[in-house]
């Protein structure tokens, strides 16, 4: 079974940066389809962006190229690089993965089985 263990979750200003990591235990990235989803204040759980077993990549289409999900599969890490953070970023943002040898890449929650505890992203205006 995988462990995720996310960190890197701040208070920032409007327009301010922040990377997220995920640490993978029981495993390495690459052996799974893995991402980062999100959930705000009286929020649904929604869909971040996801990176398959080859590295292709999915965002969700809201974010207009802010963020970008990377791994380094040598540190057993997936990352989630945040630029010009707006508030309506603020939420508790989870690293989650599922193993399979198909990757959907369709930012669907329901896919996945092991998820992280969070780690919080408030960002004020």
């Known amino acids: 079974q995988v462990y995720l263990v996310e960190s890197g979750g701040a208070s920032v200003q409007t327009g301010g940066s922040l990377r997220l990591s995920c640490a993978v235990s029981?495993?390495?990235?690459?052996?799974?389809?893995m991402g980062w989803f999100r959930q705000g204040p009286g929020k649904e759980r929604e869909g971040v962006a996801e990176?398959?077993?080859?590295?292709?990549?999915k965002y969700a289409a809201s974010l207009k190229g802010r963020f970008t999900i990377a791994q380094d599969n040598a540190k057993n890490t997936l990352y989630l690089q945040m630029n010009s953070l707006i508030p309506d970023d603020t939420a508790m943002y989870y690293c989650?993965?599922?193993?399979?040898?198909?990757?959907?890449?369709?930012?669907?929650?329901?896919?996945?089985?092991?998820w992280g505890q969070g780690t919080q992203v408030t960002v004020s205006s």
């Open positions: 989650a993965a599922y193993a399979t040898n198909f990757c959907h890449l369709d930012l669907g929650t329901w896919r996945y089985n092991s």
């Open positions: 029981g495993g390495t990235p690459r052996q799974y389809c």
């Open positions: 990176i398959g077993r080859f590295g292709v990549t």
